[in-house]
């Protein structure tokens, strides 16, 4: 019997220490099922994440890199382009070239430009896509990986998105114009509005938490944090200035400018109100079909006198004009009594109205304005086995070309006349995707850069144009031009690599 007990007892101990050590083993699995799950959820953590619209999306680890030094986060353009329905191309617009240094993105209404080490934007909207407005940011543009990288500044001017990094769920938010578009209309109508602006220019407000919205016909302003007024719902039209972030405003068919704080910067008793630039904070006004030009005040630089205002971009498409009313930002082209003269950004007149026209072109009505007289253009003779193009500007020596009767010849930014109105044609060539200047006269072409040079004619301007010989950088023979090009840019494409391999002193991935 003692046996026997002694036995079931024996057997108990082991039952007793299998269940234990199954315990044991059980509570081992669960703490290291439950590590393993921490360990993936810290990892998770400190992966970057990208929402888009409210949506989750897949990105790489290229997406973001971090400068080491000043912690400034750098996205990648091509990528957010992908992620926001734009379309990104290498080169400068309609420069048709694979300069990896230059790029610009595009959707169905909006342009922007954008340059290595540059923190400049050029912008144009589909309503104008000949003239660009200048876009100067508090970021950069850089290279990595033979990619370009830009800040979040840049980011969300060139793209229309707002943008934010949460640091502590390493999340990326983007939200595009439309999304915001069409979340901030139902709010509107929820806080007793019609609607909103439906202009994809005035829009673009929301990017700054304002929204034009409509009540009976009429528009105002709101913050769309909390909807509380900012401009009253009074005016028949409000249009948005992204550049200066102000508002031309209409009302019984007078034009002003307001602020987006709702002050009057312009009165509204003009027929007509423009941006001439953003930088120069300079506005052309119209009145009595007479055109003028205003500061950001509203003091009058250039009384409202003049018939005509601007080149006509349409009659001189290969010309490199960015602003067609406020050439090499500093020269303002005017018309009065039939002739044309030019004024500078304080109002002074720099050219005299004596010229019929500025620009050279094959035309059938002499008058080349802003595009408020009809202008039939036609091409220019081939000269060769290549064409040549209308010209109304120089840039290597900011000339700009003008017109006395059938004879042309070169004015400068500051209203120096460079050459005399002496000859019959004045023309570019595109060669090599580079434009060659020539003089014609009595049947008889020069080249531009050499007649300078024969005729011992100096076409510098202190502090803005240096073409001495001393200074071959600054030539514009297409010789020269063509060789710095080149080496410019494939001196920064061969040392994207070199970059690369010690990218640890200048970027990092975020992981």
Known sequence: MELMSNEKQEKENNSRKIV???????????????????????????????????????????????????????????????????????????????????????????????????????????????????????????????????????????????????????????????????????????????????????????????????????????????????????????????????????NEKMTGILSTNGETNIDLRYQEVGLIDGQARLYYVKNNNLFGVLNQNGRVIVYSEYENIGIDRNIFPLDDIKNNLFLYENCIPLKKDGKWGMADKNGDIILNFEYDQLGYAEISNTSLGNGNNQTNVTSLQPSGDKNTNNVVVIPAIEGIVIGKGNLYGIANSIGRIVIPCEFNKIYSVTNEGEEEYYLEKDGRVRELTRYLEENKINANIPGRVDITNNNPTNTFTNQMTNQTNSNTTNQINNNANHENTNIDNELVFIM
Do not use: H, W
């Open 20 to 250: 234990i050590i199954c315990l044991i083993a059980t509570i081992a699995l669960i703490l290291l099922i439950g590590g393993a799950i921490l360990v993936l959820q810290l990892v998770e953590n400190n992966k970057l994440k990208l929402k888009v619209d409210g949506k989750k999306e897949t990105i790489s680890d290229e997406f973001i890199v971090v400068d080491s030094e000043t912690q400034t986060i750098y996205y990648n353009i091509r990528q957010v382009a992908n992620f926001v329905n734009y379309n990104f191309f290498n080169g400068e617009y309609k420069q048709y070239s694979e300069d990896r240094t230059k790029c610009y993105v595009e959707c169905k209404d909006e342009l922007a430009m954008l340059e290595l080490n540059s923190n400049v934007i050029y912008k144009n909207n589909a309503a104008d896509k000949l003239n660009f407005d200048k876009y100067i940011t508090n970021g950069n543009v850089k290279i990595y990986n033979n990619a370009l990288y830009a800040t979040s500044n840049i980011i969300q001017i060139s793209f229309n998105v707002r943008l934010n990094y949460i640091e502590n769920t390493k999340t990326i938010i983007i939200e595009t114009l439309p999304y915001l578009v069409d979340y901030y209309r139902e709010v509107a109508t929820n806080y007793g509005y019609t609607g909103i602006a439906e202009d994809f220019i005035t829009q673009k407000t929301i990017a700054k938490n304002l929204l034009v919205v409509k009540k009976d016909e009429k528009y105002g302003v709101v913050n769309t944090k909390d909807f509380s007024e900012v401009i009253g719902t009074k005016y028949d039209k409000l249009v948005y200035i992204e550049n200066t972030n102000e508002f031309i405003a209409t």
